[in-house]
Every structure is written in C-alpha cells, then in structure tokens.
C-alpha cells in the first residue's frame, strides 16, 4: 500500500515538473469566463504541453503595478493587456525584455513597430448607449459635453485603465491647449471614474448611466450572445482613437522559452480566431470575422506618437485631475 | 519641499478632522446626556445595547451600509423617486460622505464614553441644582459640563487622532483625489503610480504630524483613571420640553445607526447568501482572517499584559528613571496613533523589496502586527488599572508568602484579570476581523483577508455578494463581541 502511494505521488511529482507553468498577469475581462483567457489556456496547454495560469486585477495598468510593488519575487512571465499608449510607461520601468521576434507580417490599421511589446488584437473607443433610452445621441465630443445636465457617463481611470488613458489622449488630440477646459464642461456629466473597463462595463448594463467609454466592437457582443441589436456605439465626427492591444516577455520571467512561444503563438491564426468572438476586438491576422462586425461603425483610426504621449503623460494626468477637481 | 498637491491632501486631512471631530462630540453628547436623563425610554436601553457594539463595527461595514441608505440607488433615493419622483443624486461621495461616516463612527464612540461619564456625576450636586431651580441648560452648564469636560477633551484629542488617520472611510467614501487624506494619497501614489519618492514623502508628512499630535495628545489628557461606580438613576422627571427633545434624539440616532445595518442585512437576505459560501476566494479570506484574527487577538494580550506589570514594576518605584519609563510605555501602547497603519505598511513594503523578501508572507506578518498595534490602547486601558488595583491589595500579601513570579499571576492576577482578558481578546479578536489598513498594501489572491475581498467586491460592483460578505462578518463580529465576554464572565462568576 505505502509503495503504491509513494508511486502516485512521485508520478504526479514527475507529471508536474515535466509540464512548466507559464504565468500570465492581465486585466479581468481576459480571463472572464466568455472572455478570451479560457480558450486561450487550453488551446496553448495541448500545444505546448504545459500549463498557463492566469493572474487578472481589474485593470491593465494596475496589474503593471502589481507586477512592480511585488518586485523580483513576481511570478510573472508575461504582462498582457497593456496597449500602444501605454508602452512609454511601461518602459521606463525596465522589468520587459526584448521579444525577438519578427512582428513585419501583422496587418495593423497603423503602422507599429517595437522590439519588447508585440500587438495582439486592436480596437477603437467609443461611447456606448442603449439606443431605447437614450434618442439625441452625441455625435461628437463637443456634443458629449453641451449635453443636457441629467446627462450621465461613466469613464475610466487614465491613471489605471488603458481606455481612460486613451480617452484622455482622444481629448488631448481634439482639443490641444484646451483640454482642461473640455474636461472641466464635461466633469458634470461623469457620473464615476472606475479602475477598469469591466466595472464600468457592468454599471452601465444596470443601467446606472446613459454612456459609457467602451469600444466600437461592444455592440457585437450582444448581438451574437444575446441576439439584441438596440447596445450601439456613437460614430463620432473627427475620428476615434485608436488602441492596439500588446503582451510583453518579463525579464525576470524563469520561463523565458516558454514565454517567447506564448507571444510567438499569439500571432498565429488559432488565437487570431480566438480574439474576435471573446475579447471582442480586431486580430492582427486576417480571419473571418463573425457576421455581428458586419454592423459595427468604422472610425477613422486617430493615434498620438509615442514621444509625445512619453513626454506628456504625467502632465495629462495632472491637467484632468485639476479638470475634472474643479 | 513638498509639491502643492500633497499640501492640499494634508490641508484637507486637517480639516475633516477637525470637522469630523466637532461634529462626533456635538452628537455624541447630546446623545449621552439624553440616555442619561431618558433611562427608562425604550429605545435608551436598546441603544445602550447597540452603541456598545459601535467600538469594534468594522469601518468598511459601515461605508457599505451609509452607501446603501445615503447613496445614489439607496434607500433614501429610492424613497424621494417614489414619493415625489425626484432623486437627490450621488450626494454621498466627498466631504459629506466622510462627515457621515466619521460621525456615525465616533459619535457613538463618544456617547458610549460620555455616558460614563454622566453617570459618575453624584446625585447630590442634581438635588443642589434642582433645589437652586436649575432648567435644563443651567444645569448643564454648572454641574453637568464641569464634570463630563476631561472626558470630553479625551475623547477629542482620540477622535481627532482617527479621524486624521482615517483610510477605510476615506478610501470608499471620498470618491475622487480631492477628497484624499494623507493615508488615501499614500496608498494611492504607491499602489496606482507607484510614485516611491512621492509616497516617501507623504508618509513622512504624515508621520512627522501624527507623531506631534500624539505627544500632544499625551500631555493634555494625562491618566485615564475612568474607574466605573455604580451608578445611582436621577429619581426626578425630565419637563415636558427637554424629555420631549431627549427622547426624540435617541429615537433618531437610534435610527440612524441602525438603517445602515439593516439595509445590509435585507440585501444580503433578499438574495441567495450562501452562494458566496462557495466562492474558493471568500474561503480563503475567511480562513485566512479568523487565523489572523487569532493570532493578533492572543498576542495582543500577551503584549499587553506585558506592558501593563511593567506599567506596574515602574509605578511602585518611586524614581525619576521609573517615572519617564512608564510614560514611555504608555506612548508604546499608543505607537499606532502616530505610525499609522499605511505609513507602517510602506515601512514593511521597503523592508520586503530591500531584502526581496517573499510578499505574502510578510504581508501576513505586517497585518498581524498591525492589528496587534491597533488593539493595544485598548487593551493597555483595560487591563493596567486592573492589575494595579490587584496589585495595591495583594502586594505584601504575597511578597510575604515568598511566591514566585509565575505562581503570583497564576494564583493572585489571573483570576481577577479574567473578564478584562476575555474583553480584550474580543475587542481585539474583532478589529482585526473587520481591519481594512495595511491589508490594502499586501492584499491579492494569495493573501486575501474578509474586508479586503469585500473591498475587492464593492470596487466591482457586486453589490449583492458584496452584502452577504459584509453581513457574515457584522455577524461573526457581533456574536464575538458579546456572546464571548459573557461566557467568559459566566467562567469566571463559576471559578469564585
């Protein structure tokens, strides 16, 4: 009996150190239960014959802050959920190596280039409404803030969410110098500021607010999960910004082989045709996408450099948090 | 030196103390002068029941139960939709919200220890008054005033002191940067920009203040020697107007504190509450919190009988040496007033990156330790005059007798320390069940405490598990506060 034991244990002993762990730390709407993160493990668990754990906080920036406050003794092997506007920030904490990977055959509706973050899907923000509610929709920033006082939003943090900081961009971009002076019309009307998309997400399905920051892709969703077309997203004059979603290798990562397959997989069709029906976004390899995206608006795409975002980043920050303290 | 901003955070922390602290006296003594006028009412002896459990009510309970009456879908908004169709908004979060709280907190921390308070004034100087035809207000202002005013500054400088180092309440109920306290800003400019230099520097302001408050506060207050008589009822009725305004209050206030609990109650109720049960998460946390809760709660115990026969050791010689020594425990016990819970937290996180020490578990032993801290007033309080008064009677006795130290405390101390130990265990047992503060530094999946994953469920706006949460833990807290005192007391009153 004792030696069958100790065989089953040893066995699982082996079973386990024969199939390495790969860490993945990202934002909660990935590893949902209809988001991308369980299609994800499995499909790469049976390819790769190890095992993908998902560690999720409820925002991309934020989980950058738990990898950096838990210091050299994070788990972490890959950060995914960061995007283009936020690679600048992540850099300059010097935790990310180089990917080394060839990235020249992703088609991007812009170009994008980077030696340590590879794109994995991309998308663009958009103010989303239930269209039996809310008739006089804004089409237009400027519309968005003369609406009337009931008139409520929800938005998410630029200092923990991706989407609040591209918001913030988008504002930037429009408005220049006046900036703050937008912010400042706007601020009655935001109703809250949360830390990630999900929850904002989540109180404007309980019907909370008239708007929420979200994506242009949103409507799909519930058109192919809950079959209602009346979620719609606001086609804004001037353009839309636009985010491309990036994983990045950790350089304290013990499984950099491991890790550097991830993102290389992560390129490849199978995931490509993960991403659209999940995380609900555009992949950066051409596949068919469901019927739902068929119906969505399509924006022009508005995107700042990165030097710039780099050097203005604490400034925005700050120029909205006087804005909207007012 | 420092930049504008965290100028403003601290200006700001000053003022809602100062606020919040006038505005807990204010209520908590008209309440207690009302309770001890309307012995009789009702609703006074339901109150004394429920203020007594007020102490040890987890801060992040009551910011849940406040948000479900004052905030934009409560109870209150739900009413004025229903009745006049129009909605009083998202008025909670700010300035407001923070008052609300603070004086729901405090004030009934205020009332509990007024009413003591009260009660110790001699029903001598009430017959002189009433033989001088003393109204209510004369009578206040010559005999009432007088009496109650050291514990009145007391209780200042104390609430005072927690309310400049509020987070929990701050943290749920400010709602945006400019309504940040120091320990708020703290948290924030290291767990959302992980800003080291900025944090630095906030922690050290806050430090430095806190600090000077504290020693402040020491040399105003002096020795708490609030040793409870029996207390005689006033024989005579109240007049018509002031018994009319006295029971109203307490009828209101009772109301006040007790919506919050019931809104909690009702929610969680009104859905499946054991589906939480469930969650591998809430396990854990509440595992993880009564294990905590434990080991703090018997370690404060021992840290404080520890400081209270040193207290005693340093009283009974009359040196100078001895006289600094046993002001400098009584600051020990009160360390945590003025290095408060996130500015210790920064502490530990330095501590763990300098020597890459393993997060969880120092996160563990930083929560620990704080809650050990956090208890320590009180208990120090509690069981100091105790072993003093056993001391002053058996001293000689057992020096005489030649016993040993450990037979001493086991024979002599013990049995007459027993229901202090029992209360102090409790008290401590309980804050740290409902502690929100250094926990916010450490917390994640790994270390996860019960209000932490509250927290954690409130942030995504799972109101409904976030109810059955919090009403498992005002029910672990209630039961622990009162039902294990008694049965300790119960032990005690069969081992005489």
Sequence with gaps: MKKIISLILFSTLLFSSEKPLLTVYTYDSFTAEWGAGPKVKEAFEKAYHCRVKFVSTSSAIGTLRKIQIEGRRSKADILLGLDSATIPLAKTTGLFARHELDTSGLQLPVAFEDDTFIPYDYNFFAFVYDSRKLSNVPHSLEALAAMPEEFKIIIEDPRTSTIGFGLLLWVKLHYGDQAADFWHRLSPHILTVTKGWSEAYSLFLKGEADMVLSYTTSPAYHETQEHTTYIKAAHFSGGHYGQIEVAAILKRSKHKVLARKFLQWMQGREFASIIPLTNWSYPVVPVTLPKAYEHLIHPKMLMMQQEKIQEGRKRYIQEWLRAIKR | MFEADILQTFYFTLFQAALSTFLSLLLGIVIAWSLVHQRNFWASR??????????????????????????????????????????????????????????????????????????????????????????????????????????????????????FTSFGVVLLLGGQPRYNTLQVAIYEALRIDFDIPKTLHLALLQLTVSSLLVVAASLVTGKTGNLKQASVPIPWRESGGSAFFQKNMIFLFLIFFLLPLIEIAYEALGHDLFSVMNEPLFQKALLTSLLIATISSILSIAVSLGIASLQLKFLNRQTRVAKVLYSATAVLSNIYLAVPSLVMGFGFFLYIQAYDLDMDRWGFIAVVLSNILLSLPFATSSISPKMEQVSNRYRKLTASLGMGAAKRFFIVYLPYLLPSIGFVWALSFCFSLGDLGIIALFGSDELVTLPWYLYELMGSYRTHQAASVALILLVLVIAIFIVIPKMVGKLHAENR
Aim: hydrophobic share 50%; charged share 10%; glycine share 10%.
């Design chain 2, 46 to 163: 339901v109150s004394r029941v429920v203020l007594s459990v007020s102490i040890v009510l987890p801060v992040i309970i009551v910011a849940f139960g406040l948000i479900g009456i004052y905030g934009r879908n409560g109870w209150l908004n739900q009413a004025a939709e229903y009745l006049f169709g129009f909605s009083f908004g998202a008025f909670l979060y700010g300035l407001f919200g923070i008052l609300l709280a603070h004086v729901y907190l405090n004030a009934s921390y205020a009332a509990v220890t007024l009413t003591g308070a009260f009660e110790m004034i001699p029903l001598e100087q009430y017959k002189l008054s009433k033989s001088l035809g003393f109204g209510p207000w004369k009578r206040f202002w010559y005999v009432e005033y007088p009496a109650v005013k050291s514990t009145l500054y007391r209780s200042a400088s104390t609430i005072f002191l927690l309310c």
